[in-house]
């Protein structure tokens, strides 16, 4: 029982991983949240879902990621730099381009919920009294390498020190000749292909709708905040813990609140660390 | 008689003893320079009177009574004002009304005060204030204007107008001086003698050594969060500690001088 | 004085609309008005204090089920209004305790948490509100439409002239503003930075629970989808669009994003609406950046 | 004496026409608005539901069924979302001024719509919310059509236990007006039917991940797990239970949607031998008047919408509603107070089985067809039942 309750936790975390640190690392290097990234994390299923048949599974995800790079050059262009100062215009921005990205979807793939087949689904191995299927522990696989090889790109990466350095400071680091707007679009292009990543991967174990990943960037929210903010390993850690207490919580507590279960964690959290578990720098001094 | 009196007040971030042991004490009327090299701990000492940050150690007494417990707002309340290195206004309002949000201390600080705040701002009781205020720092004729569209030096006035505007009785000026024109800054000394002459006693935080010893009867010296002087600017001017304090070469003096000692 | 004329002006054919409009255009009108009171309690809280909250449905959703299921049990619908407002109120106090504390968007966030929180509770809450299935037949009693938009109209205006009173001419509105703009500026004028944040949450949710009230009152029924966190993004929308200092500019743009999707509605019946909704939003936010309420505030100037 | 014999003389003139069997339409046109989720995640169903509507108004005008009245069908978009379907209404009521109103497919949406019709006095019939007594109730202007929760979970309960042998049962339903309702009385039933309810889940209804809940029924070895999702989630919830390799014999309360579930999973429906109630099925049990309404909406959707459909109990509860509809016109003309009197004691044999409503308005399911379906291997239906 333990096993399942411990994989299952393991594929949601994946899951709101991918799109937590997306939205991370858009908030540290823009101060800016991205409502938009659910729907991100829809068009990431839907475009691996209709590539699937040309490209195979992986060629699949490669398309997802490539188209969503694009769509992380719009939105910078359309959400995120004509609101550079005021962030709560840029909050609203992201809210009308995910009406406006999930309407497009409506119109392009129908509303019907549609199923994503791939071979690995069928397939599935025993563990325990419960059998997993292939698809699930791909999903926590690949999950886990495409963040470690974010978080390589961050650490050892000359642009991941870029944008640490904007995330830090960010009038010192153009002052130091960084281009603040074109590592903002980068960021944004990385956070999308995160959610495309997200979609493709967890689109095989669910189904895909256009009206998907509201529940995965709300989830990623309470990652973030549990991660802090603008912090790419907390981040990962706050997502691991998300997923884990929704899925124990959903067997011993009751899974019709499970939502509130996380959330309710995320206030008691805020409740006691006003800035998350691991605080960012004070960025107020007197 | 003194209205404010600090006794062994220290203060820690972390490793880094940023106050140890400063004493002083300040008479009414009286305008006391509090002086030493950047990073000397000055804003420090300047928030932990204003309660922004809470001390570690020893006691601060203003008018009698430890005030050690309360929270900044409550320290405005008791009638302690101040302004800021970096000028803080609401740069969207007019000067009139930066100033009579000064006010708020006055208000809340008697149960009378929250029936005040719904009236107008333009009753006969705030205006009364807030004009009083401007025209004893000489910003009259800009009372309607965008604190935005201020050159820089007079925003420095409004600030003091609206610490002034509640009639303090501690006012600490945190390096007000800074990037005034010549005019401003006589401007400023005239103010801050008639701030002193009627009864409020005020602590100048400040660089500008000729001013402070313009104005200030006694100066406080700090040099890394330690106490090193405290007496006439005069006095201060050939106090060795001072000196080495000030001209940072201590290291070179020291040396030199024990060699010179033998 | 002339704005002033204008601005009669304006509101005599406001009243006057009903005359002209079928009962379809003053419901959609009516639900506008109770709408824009929601966004007055974030142009109240947002607009004033700078505070963020994404959990204002939650407070709609506890005014309008309060109503709701005690009206069914016999309380008079105005007691019965009062103690939604005060429930409200007092949720938003308690989550005032903690949010008043926390910056930008982990307050965002975090009352997003509290939102979602409520809608659960509503859904789950089987045998007061009956969940899903919804509160059916509020015994309110059918007041006709016009009575009820020349109340909603006569409401919304008096509390956007107290809300322009405060913000102009009251030495309140300077204080609200000091701790929007600079909170430790604020604390050294001797203002309760903490108590300000409290009483504009305590305050802006018992708007939104009038807010809720009134719709219960009004549509007498209730499902707690009607609450869920997308709405609290829709208010929240309202009050950016509108200019989130101006309680006029969100009167006005609740009007605007909730008759103009509606009278899109002959462009067909999917997507198109929305779509249109969504880009409305976007160019006001690239065109106007201080929303409808700037736009307003440029002219009078 | 005389008045008298004058109100008679009126009577039998206006009775007249309809004894004539004028032309359809010689007494002018009904309007008539019918709500259905048009946009939203259930638009799939709304969509052929419109064109059963359509067909069924067409039959009505040309074989004059409305006692001389022609039906004018007027369509809302309700989404099956409650604030959309209260606006959609009124503005039916109000700008298109239909006389009677039909729909919604959400009883959350029926909750409102039901809301509107009594206070603006125009009657409504309520085609697809099973729900309990929402017309009930919502006031004397509401009827409903389709079979209430409670009859349907009382005719499942009692074919169970004839069908599957089982002591404990596992209930698993989302948190919907669909799934708390089949809860409460399923519960209920088995208690009384001395089976041990030995897991019972409530599942947030936006979680569409099921395995930590699959996960547990090995657990606590039920017999028999009945299980009530919306159609989407069902799919979503057959395919991990599934995955996981459980052989626990399932029942689904839910009928399924048309090709998306038959296609998506019927080869994993099949290999658990997925056993689900419907209130229509096609397949050649059918009965001829059901064979002749299949036909016809089927090569329809393909004219119209280019996509190939299995006709489902949907479309016919809206396609009995029209006739429904027509047939109290007939009887009570289209004013409210006649037509409402006319429901009321309606005795009809229409594609879906026999109707009649009982003293809550709601309508007695005696008449009305109800099967048990088995997903073969091959991921084809048989009906058991």
């Known amino acids: ?286 | 008689m003194s209205v404010l009196e600090l006794s062994g007040v220290s203060k820690r971030f972390g490793g880094l003893q940023a106050l140890s042991g400063i004493s002083l004490s300040i008479a009414p009327s009286e305008v006391l320079g509090l002086i030493g090299p950047n990073g000397a701990g000055k804003s420090t000492l300047v928030s932990c009177i204003t309660g922004v940050l809470r001390i570690d150690g020893g006691v601060i007494r203003f008018e009698h009574r430890d005030i050690q417990r309360l929270s900044p707002h409550q320290r405005a309340r008791r009638g302690i004002a101040r302004t800021f290195q970096k000028v803080r206004l609401a740069d969207q309002l007019t000067v009139y009304e930066n100033v009579a949000a000064g006010l708020a201390s006055r208000w809340f600080s008697r149960a009378s005060g929250w029936s005040s705040v719904f009236r107008p701002l333009s009753a006969k009781s705030v205006g009364q204030a807030v004009n009083r205020a401007l025209e004893q720092v000489g910003l009259g004729d800009v009372s309607g204007t965008v604190v935005k569209s201020l050159p820089f030096g007079r925003r420095h006035f409004v600030e003091i107008a609206r610490a002034m505007v509640s009639e303090p009785r501690l006012l600490l000026l945190d390096e007000p001086a800074t990037g005034l024109t010549e005019t401003e800054r006589e401007r400023l000394a005239m103010l801050v003698k008639e701030i002193g002459a009627s009864g409020c006693a005020v602590i100048l935080v400040e660089h500008d050594l000729e001013l402070v010893g313009y104005l200030c009867q006694r100066v406080t010296v700090i040099n890394q969060g330690r106490h090193i002087f405290t007496g006439t600017p005069a006095a201060a001017q050939s106090d060795r500690e001072v000196i080495r304090a000030y001209l940072g070469m201590n290291q070179l003096i020291s040396e030199g001088a024990d060699d010179a000692r033998g | 004085m002339s704005s002033r004329i204008l601005l009669i002006a304006a509101f005599a054919v406001l009243a006057a609309l009903p005359l002209i409009f079928g009962t379809f255009w003053i419901n959609m009108v009516i639900n506008a008005l109770i709408f824009s009171l929601a966004v007055f309690s974030i142009n109240l809280l947002t607009g004033f204090t700078g505070l963020l909250s994404f959990g204002q449905a939650g407070f709609v959703g506890i005014g309008a089920y309060t109503l709701g299921v005690l009206t069914k049990q016999g309380t008079p619908p105005l007691f019965a209004g009062l103690y939604g407002v005060l429930l409200a109120m007092l949720c938003g106090f308690l989550l005032g305790l903690p949010a008043a504390r926390l910056k930008g968007h982990y307050l965002a966030i975090g009352t997003l948490g509290f939102g979602i929180l409520i809608y659960q509770l509503l859904t789950n809450s089987v045998d007061i509100t009956r969940g899903p299935m919804g509160l059916i037949g509020i015994p309110t009693g059918v007041i006709d439409k016009q009575t009820w938009y020349l109340v909603m109209l006569a409401v919304c205006l008096t509390l956007l002239a107290a809300l322009a009173y405060i913000d102009r001419y009251s030495a309140l509105g300077v204080i609200l503003k000091m701790v929007r703009h600079d909170e430790i500026a604020a604390q050294a004028s001797g203002i309760n930075v903490f108590a300000v944040k409290l009483i504009a949450f305590t305050v802006s949710a018992g708007f939104a629970g009038l807010s809720g009230a009134l719709f219960a009152a009004y549509a007498r029924f209730l499902t707690p989808d009607l609450f869920n966190e997308q709405e609290s993004f829709r208010y929240m929308m309202m009050a950016v669009v509108g200019g989130i200092g101006s309680p006029l500019g969100g009167f006005v743009a609740s009007l605007v994003l909730t008759i103009i999707p509606e009278g899109l509605r002959a462009l067909g019946e999917d997507n198109y609406r929305l779509l249109v909704y969504g880009t409305m939003v976007l160019f006001v936010l690239w065109f106007l950046p201080a929303g409808i309420g700037g736009l307003i505030e440029r002219q009078r100037r | 004496m005389k008045s008298h014999l004058a109100a008679i003389a009126g009577a039998l003139l206006l009775a007249a026409p309809s004894i004539a069997f004028a032309q359809a339409g010689s007494k002018g046109s009904v309007k008539v608005g019918v709500l259905l989720p048009l946009t939203g995640n259930t638009a799939w169903a709304g969509k052929t539901n419109r064109i059963a509507a359509a067909i069924a108004a067409e039959e009505v005008n040309a074989q004059d069924l409305a006692g001389g009245y022609k039906i004018e069908l007027v369509v809302g978009d309700s989404q099956c979302e409650p604030r959309a379907a209260h606006d959609q209404a009124e503005r039916l009521i109000s700008q298109e001024k239909v006389q009677l109103l039909i729909g919604e497919w959400c009883s959350s949406a029926s909750v409102a719509v039901a809301q509107v019709a009594n206070d603006e006095k125009v009657p409504l019939l309520i085609n697809i919310s099973t729900a309990d007594q929402i017309a009930g109730d919502s006031g004397p202007y509401a009827f409903q059509s389709s079979m209430q929760n409670r009859y349907s979970q009382e005719r499942e309960a009692a074919l169970l236990q004839k069908d599957f042998k089982f002591e404990s049962v596992a209930i698993i339903v989302e948190n919907n007006d669909f799934g708390l309702t089949f809860r409460k009385n399923m519960v209920a039933l088995m208690q009384k039917a001395g089976k041990k309810v030995v897991l019972d889940v409530t599942q947030d209804r936006n979680d569409t991940n099921w395995y930590a809940t699959i996960t547990r029924i090995p657990a606590s070895k039920p017999d028999l797990v009945i299980v009530s999702i919306s159609a989407v989630q069902a799919a979503n919830f057959v395919k991990q239970y599934a995955e996981a390799g459980i052989t626990t014999p399932l029942f689904s309360d839910y009928p399924p949607p048309p090709r998306i579930f038959e296609r998506q999973v019927g080869a994993q429906a099949g290999k658990i031998g997925l056993v689900r109630a419907a209130f229509f099925v096609k397949s050649d049990t059918n009965t001829p008047a059901q064979k002749e309404f299949v036909a016809k909406l089927e090569g329809r959707v393909q004219k119209e919408l280019n996509e190939a459909h299995d006709v489902t109990y949907w479309d016919v509860a809206t396609y009995d509603a029209v006739r429904l509809v027509a047939d109290a016109i007939k009887r009570g003309g289209p004013q409210a107070a006649g037509y409402l009197k006319a429901m009321a004691v309606t005795k009809i044999d229409l594609v879906l089985g026999h109707y009649e409503f009982d003293e809550q308005r709601g309508s007695r399911p005696e008449g009305l067809n109800f099967v048990f379906i088995r997903t073969k291997p091959d991921g084809s239906i048989e009906v058991v039942e």
């Open chain 1, 1 to 286: 029982m333990f096993g399942q309750i411990l994989i299952n936790g393991l594929v949601l975390s994946g899951g709101y991983a991918l799109v937590a640190v997306g939205l991370t690392l858009t908030f540290g290097v823009m101060r800016m949240v991205n409502f938009a990234e659910g729907q991100s994390v829809m068009i990431g299923a839907f475009i691996a879902y209709t590539t699937v048949p040309y490209f195979g599974y992986v060629g699949a995800i490669a398309a997802a990621m490539a188209v969503n790079a694009v769509l992380g050059v719009i939105l910078e262009r359309t959400a995120f730099r004509p609101f550079r100062g005021v962030e709560l215009n840029g909050l609203i921005a992201s809210m009308g381009m995910s009406i406006v990205l999930v309407n497009v979807a409506e119109l392009v793939w129908g509303t019907t919920p549609r199923p994503f087949e791939t071979i690995y689904n069928e397939t599935s191995v025993n563990f325990g009294t419960v059998g997993i299927s292939v698809q699930r522990l791909i999903c926590v696989a690949a999950s886990a390498a495409i963040l470690l090889g974010l978080w390589w790109l961050v650490q050892y990466t000359s642009l991941g020190r870029k944008f640490r350095a904007v995330s830090e400071d960010h009038e010192t680091a153009s002052a130091m000749g960084i281009d603040v707007n074109q590592v903002s679009r980068l960021a944004l292009v990385i956070g999308s292909m995160m959610a495309a990543s997200a979609g493709a991967l967890s689109g095989p174990v669910n189904m895909i709708a256009p009206d998907m990943g509201r529940t995965e960037m709300l989830n990623a929210f309470a990652a973030i905040i549990l991660g802090g903010f603008g912090n790419v390993n907390g981040t990962i850690l706050g997502a691991l813990l998300i997923g884990m207490i929704q899925s124990i919580g959903a067997v011993y507590i009751s899974n019709a609140y499970s939502s509130s279960i996380s959330f309710g964690l995320l206030v008691l959290t805020l409740v006691f660390f006003p800035r998350g578990l691991v605080p960012e720098r004070v960025d107020e001094n007197v």
